[in-house]
């Protein structure tokens, strides 16, 4: 896992709230996302979601799936599709080791989050993740909530 400097992103797009309450994630990577005009355009006002998306490894590439970028309102017949495949830019190496993951260790690619950064280019920090069950969303829940309670009592005495 590479290691983040503080104050990357610049402004979040969109979040993938569920991911962290799903998936118990593993490593997160930050990758580049090959868009077209309309759809930069489109991000840049806020539009966007990846709460249905997920990403796969195809022929050596990244793709992020079912990510639904809305239509620019001022596109033209160039405009592009919402819920086409993008594909992520990431270093060969980083691309090995996720496919490593998910093929044998029955990891998840998990999109977290898109954002820009401070130079201006659109990043999707991807996690590869492994599904929760049942009784692991229970007890990250518990401890959730213990952790609340705990910092509420220690906020009162002190």
Do not use: C
Not at 82 to 107: D, F, N, S, T, W
């Amino acid at each position: 896992m590479r290691p983040k400097p503080a104050g990357t992103k610049l402004k979040t797009v969109a979040e993938n709230r569920r991911a962290r309450y799903e998936y118990s994630i593993d490593e997160v990577f930050d990758a580049g996302i090959q868009l077209t005009g309309t759809e930069v355009k489109s991000l840049r006002f806020g539009e966007g979601s990846i709460a249905e998306s997920y990403a796969e490894v195809r022929d050596g590439e990244v793709w992020l799936v079912n990510s639904n970028v809305p239509e620019f309102s001022h596109g033209n017949r160039f405009n592009h599709e919402p819920k086409r495949p993008r594909k992520l830019l990431l270093k060969h190496r980083e691309i090995e080791k996720l496919h490593g993951g998910v093929a044998r260790q029955g990891m998840t690619l998990v999109p977290l989050s898109i954002y820009f950064n401070e130079r201006g280019k659109a990043k999707v920090e991807l996690a590869l993740a492994k599904g929760k069950k049942l009784h692991d969303k229970r007890a990250s829940e518990k401890e959730k909530d213990w952790k609340r309670e705990a910092a509420r009592i220690l906020r009162d005495r002190g």
